[in-house]
């Protein structure tokens, strides 16, 4: 079974900083592309970020843009999503999605319909 597992979310002030995690397991991790959705409370579910595969390149919606850094580490099949400067509007279920259909060095996978999983979500809540 192919499983996507978020981590690192929680309660934190405007201004402060989170870093989520997203462990795949049963998918050729190294040979996907990866992203970030959320889905802030009463809104639809929004694109965030994506990296390619292997690595290296990536592209964030202009929300987001200068504060989040998306990463992977494809030794441990981990993608991680840096979120500084975190405001209030952030508040959300950010969710973690695997793209296998991607061809390499592809950084521009912001549609729910191109990714093929997805994780349970984790709740990321910014206070003002």
């Known amino acids: 079974q192919v499983q996507l597992v978020e981590s690192g979310g929680g309660l934190v002030q405007a201004g402060g900083s989170l870093r989520l995690s997203c462990a795949a397991s049963?998918?050729?991790?190294?040979?996907?592309?990866m992203g970030w959705f959320r889905r802030p409370p009463g809104k639809e579910r929004e694109f965030v970020a994506t990296?390619?595969?292997?690595?290296?390149?990536?592209y964030y919606a202009e929300s987001v843009k200068g504060r989040f850094t998306i990463s992977r580490d494809n030794a441990k099949n981990t993608v991680y999503l840096q979120m500084n400067s975190l405001k209030p509007e952030d508040t959300a279920v950010y969710y973690c999605?695997?793209?296998?259909?991607?061809?390499?060095?592809?950084?521009?996978?912001?549609?729910?319909?191109?990714?093929?999983?997805w994780g349970q979500g984790t709740q990321v809540t910014v206070s003002s």
């Open positions: 990296i390619a595969w292997p690595g290296g390149r990536t």
């Open positions: 999605a695997a793209d296998i259909g991607a061809a390499p060095y592809t950084a521009r996978s912001t549609r729910e319909s191109e990714y093929d999983y």
């Open positions: 049963g998918l050729t991790f190294s040979r996907s592309v």
